[in-house]
């Protein structure tokens, strides 16, 4: 060989060896984005792992463009016969949508807060839908869009660490994702409350307040995965079985007090009003420290929030699913052209002082014809399943 064809040799040797770099960036580039939610077929199942774990597993919308179409073909599939969903990281199951992206988005006029709130709303009415045995397992934080991933599905297993809460009214949005039909149905006025302050639900509470339908110890938890994985052509009954067997198997925090079962009789008597103006003139007559810190907390939400809040809850009480999906949608729309979402996320996520600037800032000054706005048709716009 002459030492120009070795030269030519060397040179081609080069360049395969760049094209070789360049094609494993590539495919760890996609690795990562795809990352961002892990779809495996597992024994008898089809798993879901939420795989954002340094944002505490938030709902991006390209999640959940990986997670609809795959939910549809396993529920066609002949041999996946339940479904599981769980988060990665061991802090949060889901810690709600990724709404930081949805506010700045919108500031740049980019379409992503419709094609969010719809795809989001599909799928959450899919997982209700869903023929096979669905299975959440919330362990950790688990708020807004992690909800409506859980909440929806046929089983929902709690453990000590899932924290619940639907803090939205504090950021200037209103419990999305299907809260204005399972919220109203949580028992006596408790969803109301639940809304309309915020109010973190932890381990066990979880489960009393039937947001999870099974509590079991987190440390027991890639036992249960394993068995129900590990189930042969499984029904519905079958992974009940396998769950209720857990569940009553579980001592951890049994004789603990239910937290809000003490002031149930304050919340079931100060919430049941029609207006926020008189649930918060009964916390005001009710005078307990209770009510009062009730209050304070009130008082630092979205006042066009809180109103809307509880006419969707109020409404909601009556709809389908799918009515109050479509409602919420057109809720969401209005609330992204509005100034308190967008203040929120400013005050909470963005800048962190945690004192945003409502408009209106007093109840008094939101009518219901304001109201009226937020929650009309969309016409061609409204979501259609």
């Known amino acids: 060989m002459g030492q120009q064809d070795a030269w030519r040799l060397l040179s081609r040797f080069s360049s395969l060896r760049r094209a070789s770099v360049v094609l494993r960036h590539l495919r760890v580039s996609m690795h990562t984005e795809a990352a961002e939610v892990l779809l495996e077929r597992r024994g008898c199942a089809g798993l879901i792992t939420l ?17 609809y179409p795959q939910l549809k073909k ?32 919108k500031t740049a006029r980019q379409s992503l807060s419709q ?45 000590e660490r899932s924290l619940f809460a639907m803090p939205e009214t504090g950021i200037g949005l209103f419990p999305d994702v299907g809260g204005g039909y399972f919220l109203p149905r949580l028992q006596g006025k408790l969803g109301y409350f639940l809304a309309l302050t915020g109010f973190r639900l932890k ?34 009954e079958d992974v009940a079985g396998v769950l ?38 009964n916390l005001r007559q009710d005078g307990s420290p209770f009510a009062i810190e009730q209050i304070k907390v009130i008082s630092k939400m979205s006042p066009t929030s809180l109103k809307l809040t509880l006419r969707q809850l109020m409404e909601g009480s009556s709809k389908t699913l799918q009515e109050v999906l479509t409602m919420e949608y057109r809720l ?10 967008h203040e929120g996320v400013r005050a909470v996520l963005i800048d962190k002082d945690q004192s945003p600037k409502w408009k209106p800032s007093n109840l008094k000054d939101i009518t219901d014809e304001d109201l009226n706005h937020y929650f009309k048709s969309l016409g061609s716009r409204d979501l259609k399943f």
């Open 51 to 67: 795989s954002r774990p340094k944002f505490l597993n938030a709902l991006s919308l390209n999640m959940i463009r990986q997670i």
């Open 74 to 105: 396993w529920e066609q599939d002949p041999d996946t016969f339940l479904i599981i969903i769980k988060g990665a990281g061991g802090k949060a199951f889901c810690a709600g949508g990724d709404i930081k992206a949805i506010s700045e988005a």
């Open 115 to 159: 094609d969010f709130f719809r795809e989001e709303y599909i799928l959450n009415n899919a997982i209700a839908c869903c023929r096979k045995p669905y299975v959440a397992l919330i362990d950790g934080i688990t708020m807004g869009g992690g909800v409506g991933v859980s909440v929806h599905g046929q089983f929902r297993v709690a453990t």
């Open 203 to 236: 381990g066990r509470d979880v489960h009393r307040a039937g947001i999870a339908t099974h509590f079991v110890d987190s440390e027991k938890l890639p036992l249960l995965e394993e068995e129900l994985l590990a189930l042969r052509a499984p029904s519905a």
């Open 244 to 281: 209720e067997s857990y569940h009553a198997k579980s001592k951890m925090d049994r004789d603990k007090s239910i937290i809000f079962d003490e002031n149930m009789d304050k919340i079931n008597s100060c919430f049941s009003a029609n207006t926020m103006e008189q649930i918060i003139e």
């Open 332 to 341: 969401s729309q209005a609330c992204m052209e509005a100034h308190d979402f």
